[in-house]
């Protein structure tokens, strides 16, 4: 497997916030607390504190946890060790998270593990004298089911239909025979690691019961020997950490307070990523996931006819701490207080709001960790690089979008016939003889010579144009070739690890393809990667 390399700016599919973060731009500063590098966590454990018995009750609830999965013939091994290891005072995490998506969903998430268990592995090496586990937050509380109802196999888009409401950890895994149905048709014509995808897709989803247990047995599978924790923050001994802070937000509106601050500031420069609600929290029942409303003294769930005296939601959150569940704002607070965590690593858009959290963080005097930026990497095979090599493309040529790309190609290839820069620096020379001659006579004429300027500017756009169209209609073979491998590896005009599964990779490479994946990231790293492989990908 051979790869290039580019810089994340040069792709064009990356934020100026990441990029500004990314290059250390001072006016991100006072939006983290540490630098994105490995450096920064010498700091950062130094400044980590968590309760030996806070670390019990973590590791008491991965152990329920995992009791749902636990059959024979699994490797459990790397996975209890570092349970074991978390109990121990001088154990740290480093953290993704992403959404229960159906089969893992986009190949992005594979290289969010990865990158991951990449840095666990090098902070070990840096600081031999602390243990670092890596943790995977899952976000069973999430309630958008159309965002994670569906995975992409080679841009065949197979969905899971249910009328199912409310967090979909809780979800039931009733009906995803039909799903497998139709996976299996996208698979007939493969064998061996088509029928190794088949047989995990038919443990995980038709052997267990819930969409979370489903989605801990798929990831664990895939994961085993790494000693990946999954971490499900639906659950009430985990919950009960998390009571001090959710009556802060019920009571004072904390995090509104402190978020909307930080983000006016970070506003002046960037996109605000989320905006915050008076209450970030929901309310979690069997029948849905609903805001928590309050006017004047009392509180009401949103589209419910439930409500709560001031009292009556003490009480409710004392006795019931697992209906409560934080929004994407509370839920890195949630995360951070229930784990001994160092590091989040996310992709530019989970970066983007943790920015508006650090004023949060501080009003609840707990560590921001070191925020990373995952992994990105684009696969072609050997046809699709045989391509590349044929229209003599660059790596960076490849992220230009198609109309771009095919009129640089052309100029490429016909620069001099199509060329319009002699005659525009020849016409510049004229207009500048001629605004010289036009203050001479009447310095009035200035802004009707510029309008004519900019018309024949504007022509002169239109004939290269033409020329670039007239010259593509003698290159249709390689218009076609580039038009298809622009719809292969950007399908939809998006990152291929935006909208394509796993699956596709896996067809490739088998049980080896997380062995792969760490082998070729670097991590973390401002690069992103374009790897080949030597079959039809």
Request: aromatic fraction near 12%; include cysteine.
């Amino acid at each position: 497997m051979e790869s290039d390399c580019i810089h994340f700016k040069k792709t064009g599919y990356f934020s100026a916030l990441i990029l500004d973060y990314l290059a250390g731009d001072e006016k991100l500063s006072p939006f983290y607390t540490h630098s994105p590098n490995l450096e920064s966590f010498a700091t950062a454990i130094a400044e980590r504190q968590f309760a030996d018995e806070d670390r019990i009750l973590l590791t008491n609830a991965l152990r329920a946890q995992y009791a749902a999965v636990r059959k024979k013939k699994m490797d459990f091994e790397a996975v209890d060790r570092n349970i074991i290891l978390l109990e121990q005072s001088n154990t740290y995490t480093v953290t993704t998270g992403h959404q229960l998506n159906l089969f893992t969903g986009p190949l992005y998430f594979m290289y969010k593990i990865v990158s991951t268990i990449q840095l666990a592995t090098k902070l070990k090496k840096l600081h031999p004298e602390y243990e670092f586990v890596p943790v995977y937050w899952m976000a069973t509380e999430d309630h958008d089911f159309e965002e994670i109802n569906h995975f992409h196999h080679h841009q065949k888009k197979i969905e899971w239909t249910t009328d199912q409401k409310g967090a979909v950890g809780r979800f039931s895994t009733k009906g995803m025979e039909e799903v497998l149905e139709a996976f299996e048709k996208e698979l007939a014509d493969y064998s061996g690691n088509g029928n190794q995808l088949l047989a995990l897709f038919r443990q995980a989803y038709l052997e267990h019961d819930t969409l979370a247990n489903a989605h801990r047995y798929l990831v664990h599978q895939l994961f085993a020997k790494e000693g990946m924790l999954i971490v499900d923050g639906d659950d009430i001994s985990l919950k009960k950490l998390f009571v001090p802070i959710l009556k802060e937000e019920l009571a004072n509106e904390v995090s509104f307070k402190a978020v909307e601050a930080q983000s006016a500031a970070l506003e002046k420069h960037y996109k605000i990523q989320v905006n915050p609600r008076e209450i970030n929290l929901f309310y979690l029942t069997e029948q849905g996931r609903h805001r928590i409303l309050k006017e004047n003294d009392a509180y009401f769930v949103h589209e419910t006819s439930i409500s709560f005296t001031e009292e009556e939601l003490q009480a409710e959150l004392n006795n019931h701490p697992d209906r409560f569940s934080p929004n994407v704002l509370l839920r890195p607070v949630y995360q951070e207080c229930i784990l001994p965590n160092l590091a989040y690593i996310g992709g530019g858009g989970e970066l983007a709001y943790w920015f508006q959290l650090k004023g949060l963080f501080e009003t609840l005097n707990l560590q921001l960790p070191v925020l990373l930026l995952r992994n990105s990497a684009l696969w072609m095979d050997e046809k699709q690089h045989k391509y590349m090599q044929l229209l003599a493309l660059s790596p960076e040529q490849l992220f230009l979008s198609e109309g771009p790309l095919l009129k640089q190609w052309v100029m490429q290839q016909a620069e001099e016939k199509v060329s319009l820069k002699v005659e525009e620096e020849t016409f510049r020379m004229l207009y500048d003889r001629l605004a010289k001659k036009a203050a001479e006579v009447d310095e009035t004429l200035g802004p009707h010579l510029k309008a004519v300027e900019v018309k024949h500017a504007k022509s002169m756009d239109r004939l290269q144009n033409q020329f670039i169209r007239a010259e593509r209609k003698k290159h249709q073979e390689a218009v076609r070739r580039i038009h298809h491998l622009k719809e292969q590896l950007f399908p939809g005009n998006s990152l291929q690890e935006r909208k394509e599964n796993f699956t596709s990779l896996y067809l490739v490479l088998g049980e080896t393809m997380v062995d792969h994946l760490k082998e070729a990231f670097d991590f973390p790293s401002d690069q992103f990667y374009i790897f080949r492989t030597a079959v039809q990908y």
